[in-house]
């Protein structure tokens, strides 16, 4: 029998409700909130240690602390960036009245084309704001080099790349700033939050500062922060999830490999190469919808619809294409063909830990059913 429960491209995670009893005791005994308690406190340390870097502050979510590194490094003028992201990545840089310059994306990693990345740069540019996609790392070396000849920073939005390793390393651990989303969706959840991942002690105060409205102590602010406090609550979850959040990878890697196999020989259909000499979190899994399938993009975005799989076209529409960026010369189409190809081929399949082959064979069905049937 057909199975028509609507399947999303994503289900969060949980851990065991029972789990958080204690947790919520806890909190309920000591009546500590927020304000940098003592499981805001315990989640860092343990994130930290999880994650292999040094110096995390927590955040109610990553687009707050998207704006906050960007106030942290004191950011202006112009910043180069990525049109194939979510909006929260340009839309951090309006927030501090920061101009957004769109550099087109190398089309194998879908990540901004380091290539691309000097032509862009002017006498305003300050900053460098690149996006690990899919959790699939940027050239970080190259952008370094590029930062470093011109005296640029670069935040990397990481929101995709919770846990993922280069050569053994954190990818987090490269530019002067990572910022993590822990939001429902990711492969790491606290229902809502995130991150800012500092290299140094001191840029680490600096932000949690600006987290809590600039105050450096109880009489003095030094900055108008905002409050972007991560409480007790959430970082109670994020302790459970730790104890699950390999486990889940690893779910998820059985996954993207049983589509893999798949598709294979499907014409039309391509997959991502998995990144060479990196441990992923299989976070998404992106087909491109060649010319060579029997239906576009949309339709089968659509098809897949009609039989309650709801697939996700991440990204479109570019960034660039938005009201609030088309006019800025640099989100011109022609300057952006290989994002603009992308965010028309581009289609994001149902990927969760809780999936099972049964949703995977529902997936294929219509895919492997969509490329030999003539549509009516
Ligand atoms: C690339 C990227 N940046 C930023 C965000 C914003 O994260 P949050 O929802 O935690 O604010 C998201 C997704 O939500 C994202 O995918």
Not at 2 to 14: A, D, E, G, H, I
Not at 139 to 166: C, N, P, S
Request: net charge negative; charged share 20%; glycine share 6%.
């Amino acid at each position: 029998m057909m199975n028509n429960k609507p399947l999303y491209v994503t289900q969060p995670s949980l851990p065991p409700l029972e789990d958080l009893q204690p947790y919520l005791e806890m909190i309920w005994n000591n009546k500590i909130l927020t304000n940098g308690g003592p499981l805001h406190q315990e989640f860092e340390t343990r994130l930290a240690e999880y994650l292999g870097v040094e110096h995390v502050s927590l955040f109610t979510n990553c687009t707050v602390a998207l704006i906050t590194a960007l106030q942290a490094l004191r950011v202006s003028g112009e910043v180069i960036t990525t049109p194939y992201s979510f909006v929260a990545t340009a839309h951090s840089l309006l927030w501090n009245g920061l101009q957004p310059v769109f550099v087109d994306i190398d089309p194998d990693t879908f990540n901004l084309d380091p290539e691309r990345i000097e032509a862009a740069i002017t006498p305003q540019t300050t900053a460098i704001m690149p996006v690990h996609c899919y959790g699939n790392p940027c050239d970080v070396d190259r952008i370094q080099k590029i930062a470093d000849v011109h005296g640029l920073k670069v935040i990397y939005d990481a929101a995709h790349a919770f846990g993922v390793k280069r050569n053994g390393e954190s990818i987090l651990r490269h530019g002067d700033l990572s910022v993590l989303s822990f939001h429902a969706t990711k492969v790491f959840n606290t229902f809502e939050g995130g991150a800012i991942v500092s290299p140094d002690a001191k840029t680490k105060r600096r932000i949690d500062f600006l987290k809590n409205f600039g105050f450096a102590d109880e009489v003095t602010v030094v900055a108008p922060g905002i409050n972007g406090k991560m409480d007790e609550l959430h970082a109670a979850i994020g302790l459970l999830q730790l104890n699950h959040v390999d486990e889940a990878i690893r779910k998820r890697r059985d996954i993207d490999m049983s589509y893999r196999v798949r598709f294979t020989g499907l014409p039309g259909i391509e997959c991502l190469d998995v990144p060479k000499n990196v441990e992923w979190n299989y976070s998404y899994f992106p087909i491109r919808v060649k010319p060579g399938y029997r239906l576009s993009r949309d339709e089968l975005y659509n098809e897949l619809k009609k039989q309650g799989v709801f697939s996700r076209r991440y990204f479109f529409p570019l960034i660039s294409d938005m009201s609030m960026y088309r006019g800025l010369p640099s989100a011109a189409m022609a300057n952006l063909p290989a994002a603009t190809m992308a965010a028309n081929e581009i289609l994001c399949l149902p990927i969760f830990p809780d999936m099972t082959e049964a949703d995977i064979e529902r997936v294929s069905h219509v895919l492997m059913n969509e490329a030999t049937t003539v549509l009516e």
